[in-house]
């Protein structure tokens, strides 16, 4: 019996997980089929009619099981791009999505690429406060989060960019203990936004990301109503505070911070879908 080529099995996973309703079966087809082959996804149609080992065929039907699960593929091969550079990635973290590349472009906007100091609130998997540490060789950041399994996943990725030197983590709730000393240049976050009835209707996908990084409360707001009446006596004056926002929230938002009394120049910025994405204010004098 002859061993199947990367084109036969790759057709073959493709239908398999579209008939699953995966979303982009074939794109999700070719990320499992180059990572169990450890090869680039171009490589898998320079050498498509080259036969598989049988070894490479049980590892690959195993991962396109997982996915046909509605496992998210980054779960499977454990890494996920974000802001053009490569994250570890586990079921402890939420998978990085593009939409919170505009919370980067935020802060970097602001603060620019000179000797600055940030606290990412609730950091995951990092890719905020490395991301900003990457681009910012003089930057600073202390990086929160409430799991010690988000934190260890963070720590491989600012080692693994360089930057652990640069990025402090540490395990707590928000400020994780630190006293508010109106001394950052910037506060960013990707805080938990859902509602509870987006909860309720996650997709399949989502379902297996970690509730605590997704759940906002009834109203989605439980810990944006907490950031914006505790951020600004973190910040210096005319520090900014940027956070990640659901696409219904920004009016919400923007009223959280008004009714402070403590920032100023508020703005929502928009996605590429035209969809509110950040909210962002500077802390008033």
Known sequence: MSLPTL??????????LREKGVEQPRLDAEVLLAHVLKTERIMLYVHHDRPLEP?????????????????PAPYLTGEKEFHGLPFRVTPAVLVPRPETEHLVAVALAFAGDGAWHGFDVGTGSGVLAVTLAVRCPQARLVASDLSPEALAVARE?????????????VEGDLWAGREPRGAWDLVISNPPYLTAQEMAGLPPEVRWEPQLALDGGPDGLAVIRRLAAEAWAHLRPG?????????????????????????RDARVTHDHAGLPRVVSCLRAA
């Open 157 to 169: 990725n600012a080692q693994r960019h360089g930057v652990d030197d640069r990025v402090e983590l």
């Open 55 to 71: 070894e490479e065929v049980t590892a690959y039907r195993a991962l396109v099981a997982r996915r046909g699960r509605r496992e």
């Open 239 to 263: 520090g900014l505070l940027a956070f990640e926002i659901g696409a219904s929230q920004a009016a919400a938002c923007l009223e959280l911070l008004e009714n402070t009394g403590h920032y």
């Open 7 to 16: 084109l036969e099995l790759l057709r073959l996973a493709t239908g398999y």
